[in-house]
């Protein structure tokens, strides 16, 4: 899984491996499998990104949370809010940053 990879990476998160795997399984229990209805591809540089794009879209998700936001701009017409996890909290909490 991608999250797995880029997650493990040494720096990515200051969450010890054991951690990030408790926040991988919660996620895969949680997950609801989305059936695709549209494909784009490709749209963006990165082959892997596609997929997130679509499985957002096809989720009809109001935000597409990542630190990558730059390779994900060429997405915003698909009505997607693209934020970094920070900005996504401040929604959350209800903070306009």
């Given at each position: 899984?991608?999250?797995?990879?880029?997650?493990?990476?040494?720096?990515?998160?200051?969450?010890?491996?054991?951690?990030?795997?408790?926040?991988?399984?919660?996620?895969?229990?949680?997950?609801?499998?989305?059936?695709?209805?549209?494909?784009?591809?490709?749209?963006?540089?990165?082959?892997?990104?596609?997929?997130?794009?679509?499985?957002?879209?096809?989720?009809?998700a109001a935000y597409l949370v990542t630190h990558n936001?730059?390779?994900?701009?060429?997405?915003?017409?698909?009505?997607?809010?693209?934020?970094t996890p920070g900005q996504f909290l401040a929604v959350?909490?209800?903070?306009?940053?």
């Amino acid at each position: 899984m991608e999250y797995d990879d880029v997650l493990a990476r040494p720096g990515m998160v200051p969450l010890s491996s054991a951690a990030v795997d408790a926040v991988l399984d919660m996620v895969c229990r949680e997950a609801v499998q989305q059936a695709v209805h549209f494909l784009w591809r490709p749209q963006l540089r990165d082959p892997k990104d596609e997929l997130v794009l679509e499985a957002a879209v096809n989720a009809r998700a109001a935000y597409l949370v990542t630190h990558n936001v730059r390779d994900f701009e060429a997405c915003r017409f698909h009505g997607l809010e693209i934020v970094t996890p920070g900005q996504f909290l401040a929604v959350l909490e209800g903070d306009d940053r």
